[in-house]
């Protein structure tokens, strides 16, 4: 009977070297994965791999070495402990995100939360060729959201409330982009300086700055044969609603124009950048 190689691979069992044997990727969201699903996946990868996992560079786990007679019951296994295979191929990958402002200080967004909806609502969709999100807590980084064929940065969109302030200077030296000086026991805010980072509401001591939670989106991002730094052209994204606004406008545009084997970068060059954020700036002004 003819294997059929291709849903193996969207199913997430991707071809090795050897004969009939597979590296199992598994579905993990935001890098978060519970005990109990790695006791599974321990004992799956000790029963019928060959004792090891790899960790991939998006936050997945993959088991290898694991044989073709054995896949229907490795399936069946993991499924026991919660544990579902991932995807490969043209489609939305994994969601990859740091743990956020629920453990990080340095934290804007819950980063979980936001991976889990992408997830939600596109995990596995089918595209013209892989694509992937990013989601980062802060300007730190970690998670390099500009990577990403879209990539979302959580930050606070400051103000200062004179009223409350002591004129300490704590927030003077807190900021790293110059958007703060003090003269004269007063605090100049240079608003174009700012890269909303949120140290200044974060070292204040009396609470003078306050943030608004909001979001910088990045779209086009490649980090592999082809590199190329996502464009972040929209102003600051103030809520939910209109974050995922965008991202259903983005990957629909990606499913609409995008050629079999393109990636996105390509897809929007192609269609014209001017055309891409027309339609993005539409998304972001439409009933918000």
């Known amino acids: 009977m003819a294997v059929d190689y291709s849903a193996l691979k969207k199913g997430g069992f991707m071809r090795q070297k050897q004969k009939n044997t597979f590296s199992l990727r598994l579905q993990v969201v935001g890098g978060t994965i519970t005990s109990e699903k790695l ?4 004992e799956v990868a000790d029963k019928y791999g060959q004792g090891y996992v790899h960790l991939t560079s998006r936050q997945s786990v993959e088991i290898p070495f694991i ?3 054995d896949i229907e019951e490795v399936k069946l296994e993991l499924a026991k402990g919660g544990v579902n295979p991932g995807v490969c191929g043209p489609r939305v990958r994994t969601v990859t995100a740091c743990q956020g402002n629920t453990i990080c200080p340095s934290g804007n967004i819950d980063a979980t939360n936001i991976a889990e909806e992408l997830n939600t609502r596109y995990y596995a969709r089918e595209l013209p060729h892989k694509f992937k999100f990013g989601v980062t807590g802060c300007q730190n980084n970690c998670l390099k959201a500009e ?7 959580g930050v606070l969109d400051v103000h200062w409330n004179k009223e409350k302030c002591i004129f300490c200077g704590v927030c003077v030296k807190a900021c790293r ?8 026991n007063q605090i100049l805010f240079d608003e174009s300086k700012c890269n909303y980072c949120g140290r200044c509401e974060k070292s204040c001591p009396t609470s003078a700055w306050e943030g608004e939670t909001a979001y910088i989106v990045s779209f086009g991002g490649l980090f592999g044969n082809t590199i190329n730094k996502g464009d972040a052209f929209l102003p600051l994204v103030k809520s939910e609603e209109q974050l995922f606004h965008i991202t259903d406008t983005a990957i629909q545009f990606f499913d609409d124009f995008g ?4 990636r996105f970068n390509f897809t929007i060059d192609r269609i014209g950048r001017d055309k891409f954020k027309k339609v993005i700036e539409e998304a972001y002004n439409g009933g918000f």
């Open 177 to 184: 982009s110059g958007a703060l000086k003090m003269e004269d």
């Open 147 to 153: 990577e990403n064929d879209v990539g979302i940065k």
């Open 259 to 262: 050629n079999a084997g393109e």
């Open 39 to 42: 006791k599974k996946i321990y």
């Open 67 to 69: 044989k073709l007679e």
